[in-house]
């Protein structure tokens, strides 16, 4: 058994969502997500009569989707087996220790040729506030702290969805750039996001108000708007099938009965090799 400790502190990250729950949230982002998903599903021939919904913000989502199953995103997550024709994973994978483990769960609870549609941030998201942040620890302190968590590319998040045998697996992303007239105002809408540190190996004592004034001060001067300063967010979508009998299949190489020269109505003629190149 590993004695490694998780990335993400379970713990502390329900403190922050609880927070941001009570002082009034300003899920905006998730409104994003939401209306992503349902054009998606639009372009869906398809009707979906059993929905679960994973989420770190229950009363959210269920308000969106009231016919749904709300799922809390432990995990262990609570989906029954091959119960469900469409899981939505709503804007927590980024928070998952084992995001490989938590899609395989929700194609185990989909019928198959069932839908996954997984939102999350990605790996541009708050990249600015990570590189004045590390940057200003360098020159303050000499060295860096776990203080933003780490995003994975879309290249790589992607292959999660083969990793967990999803069929038909698809990976995009869109991006949303976002103005905070100060850090401190930055740091506020994190706070009502439920958005904030909640790494194991963030650091645990008080930051000296220098380093932020220090990290202010290089943001102004390299990620700066019209006086305001901007914040990228990434917001990916994994899109993937319970695989099924019915759905399309790749042929096999050599299995085609056409040339492609002919489809395209092209002439087909042999390149030269190395040796008769001069």
């Not at 349902?38 to 229950?58: C, H, Q, W, Y």
């Not at 969106?64 to 709300?70: D, M, N, R, S, Y």
Request: hydrophobic share 40%; charged share 25%.
């Amino acid at each position: 058994m590993s004695n490694h400790a998780p990335l993400v502190d379970r713990t502390q990250l329900m403190r922050n969502r609880t927070r941001a729950e009570r002082i009034g949230g300003d899920f905006f982002l998730h409104q994003e997500a939401r209306l992503e998903i349902e054009d998606r599903l639009k372009m869906v021939n398809k009707p979906f009569k059993s929905i679960a919904i994973v989420t770190g913000f229950p009363a959210l989502w269920q308000g969106w989707f009231p016919k749904a199953t709300i799922v809390f995103d432990t995990d262990l997550l609570e989906l029954e087996e091959r119960r469900y024709d469409l899981v939505i994973h709503a804007m927590s994978l980024h928070w998952a220790n084992d995001p490989v483990g938590q899609l395989i769960q929700c194609n185990r609870s989909l019928v198959p040729d069932g839908l996954m549609i997984a939102a999350f941030f990605g790996d541009q998201t708050l990249h600015e506030l990570r590189s004045c942040l590390s940057q200003a620890e360098i020159e303050h302190a000499g060295g860096l702290s776990a203080r933003v968590l780490p995003m994975g590319e879309l290249r790589d998040l992607g292959g999660l969805l083969q990793r967990a045998s999803f069929a038909l697996p698809v990976a995009d992303k869109t991006t949303t750039k976002v103005t905070f007239p100060s850090l401190k105002k930055l740091f506020l809408e994190l706070r009502a996001m439920g958005e904030t540190s909640a790494l194991h190996a963030r650091p645990r004592k008080n930051t000296p108000r220098a380093l932020f004034t220090k990290a202010e001060a290089l943001y102004r001067k390299h990620f700066c708007e019209d006086g305001k300063l901007r914040a990228t967010f990434d917001m990916v979508f994994l899109t993937g099938w319970a695989p099924d009998a019915s759905q399309p299949k790749p042929l096999l190489p050599g299995s085609a009965k056409t040339r492609l020269a002919d489809a395209l109505g092209s002439q087909e003629f042999n390149l030269p090799n190395d040796t008769d190149r001069t």
